[in-house]
Nanobody
Framework: QVQLVQSGGGLVQTGGSLRLSCATS????????MGWFRQAPGKEREFVSA????????YYADSVKGRFTISRDNAKNTGYLQMDSLKPEDTAVYFC??????????????WGQGTQVTVSS
């Protein structure tokens, strides 16, 4: 069983930065990947980024490439999503997830509780 506990998020002005954290627990996480997804009101869930927990390979959606950085700290069993140059269209509830290295949310098995990110114009 894998548990994911998110922290971070909040309200920021356009152009600002936020960092989301996702602390993991459970065994064998080294064979998984961590993904970040977001869902804005009235919209479908959207892939943001993913990282291979062991190898460190990364994958970004085009909409965040160059602005967001995904990382992980193996010693702390925590993943991060650093979000810079935020735009109002980044406003959404953000979720971390554990599963295979994929941009498809349905392939992930475990999910964090979600955290709100609001970017004001």
């Amino acid at each position: 069983q894998v548990q994911l506990v998110q922290s971070g998020g909040g309200l920021v002005q356009t152009g600002g930065s936020l960092r989301l954290s996702c602390a993991t627990s459970g065994s064998a996480f080294s064979s998984w990947a961590m993904g970040w997804f977001r869902q804005a009101p009235g919209k479908e869930r959207e892939f943001v980024s993913a990282i291979q927990w062991s190898a460190g390979g990364t994958y970004y959606a085009d909409s965040v490439k160059g602005r967001f950085t995904i990382s992980r700290d193996n010693a702390k069993n925590t993943g991060y999503l650093q979000m810079d140059s935020l735009k109002p269209e980044d406003t959404a509830v953000y979720f971390c997830a554990a599963g295979p290295f994929s941009n498809l949310g349905d392939e992930y098995d475990y999910w964090g509780q979600g955290t709100q990110v609001t970017v004001s114009s």
